[in-house]
């Protein structure tokens, strides 16, 4: 399949913001690396009022589309949903197995805790003991890389209980919902809205030897899970947060990430109407936020 890649450089402190913006625009997928070209300068973006978001010193984003996609209307887009213009940038034509093959280049196994391991499934386990969660991202988010991705997981290994039924909403990759079954989860469900994620989770699921039921939005029947997980942004966090509360059952859990400090205390307070809930930990300016549910009469 012929795929068009967009490159540019850009401050890190607003890469976040153009990856989401061209997701939002159409990519199917956005590589975010470092960028030496970018000069090292202090840059800030103030989003919110007192909200300092945290920052690198220059990002190269590149964003993967379909060979049929409007790339035009997309940067334009995206372009009128972040407020300014792209940066210079570089459109070309690539072959999927060209974009696998760079992509690949990027990772190497990851430890996350004391027993798990992240292991693309192209490299060898270094402890071949451990926890072993292996990962071929293909086109999904989910590496283990990301600050988000490994709070999750650590709550996932502090907390979890054996048989315990998990609902990993918007799982990329899978490898949220891999890493509960691996460690002794009952039940897996993972959600996302692209075909191509769910592609790849029940491949990934299949190469851990992992049982699950992965599916779309629509797909899923009213039911309570003993844990949520969703590993996504704030303003859909902040959006789902009525469905999670139907999704955890009374003394379940929820656990948010994909959020960035300044944005945690507005999303205890949505949250809190259901559920005890506070900042579970943090690294590199991201937090997950953990709670349980509570009664209809706040118990």
Not at 120 to 126: E, G, L
Not at 159 to 185: E, F, H, K, P, Q
Not at 217 to 232: E, G, H, M
Not at 240 to 256: D, E, N, T, Y
Request: charged share 25%; hydrophobic share 45%; with cysteine.
């Amino acid at each position: 399949m012929g795929l068009v890649a967009v490159r540019f450089d850009t401050g890190g402190e607003v890469a976040d913001r153009w990856g989401d913006a061209l997701l939002d625009a159409g990519a199917i997928a956005v590589d975010v690396a470092e960028a030496p070209s970018v000069p090292d300068v202090q840059m800030v973006l103030e989003t919110e009022p007192e909200q300092v978001l945290p920052h690198w010193k220059g990002a190269r984003l590149t964003a993967l589309f379909e060979a049929d996609a409007d790339i035009d209307a997309a940067i334009a887009r995206a372009e009128a949903a972040i407020g300014q213009r792209l940066a210079p940038h570089v459109i070309e034509a690539i072959r999927e197995d060209d974009w696998v093959q760079r992509s690949r280049d990027q990772f190497r196994p990851v430890r996350v805790t004391e027993r798990i391991w992240i292991v693309p499934s192209w490299c060898k386990p270094v402890e071949p003991s451990a926890v072993n969660i292996t990962i071929d991202p293909g086109l999904a988010f989910g590496t283990g890389t990301h600050p988000s991705t490994r709070l999750c997981i650590r709550w996932l290994d502090a907390n979890l209980r054996r048989d315990a039924s998990v609902l990993d909403y918007g799982c990329g990759s899978g490898i949220l919902a891999i890493t509960a079954a691996l460690l002794g989860a009952g039940s897996v469900t993972g959600i996302d809205i692209d075909p191509q994620a769910l592609n790849v989770i029940r491949h990934n699921a299949r190469v851990n030897a992992v049982r699950g039921r992965f599916m779309r939005p629509r797909s899923l029947k009213p039911r309570s899970f003993d844990v949520v997980v969703a590993n996504i942004l704030a303003r859909p966090l902040d959006r789902l947060a009525p469905q999670f509360a139907r999704r955890v059952r009374i003394g379940g859990s929820v656990v948010l990430s994909g959020i960035l400090a300044a944005q945690a205390p507005a999303l205890v307070q949505v949250y809190a109407r259901w559920f005890n809930i506070g900042i579970w930990g943090g690294e590199d300016g991201w937090v997950a936020l953990a709670g349980s549910r509570r009664n209809e009469h706040g118990r």
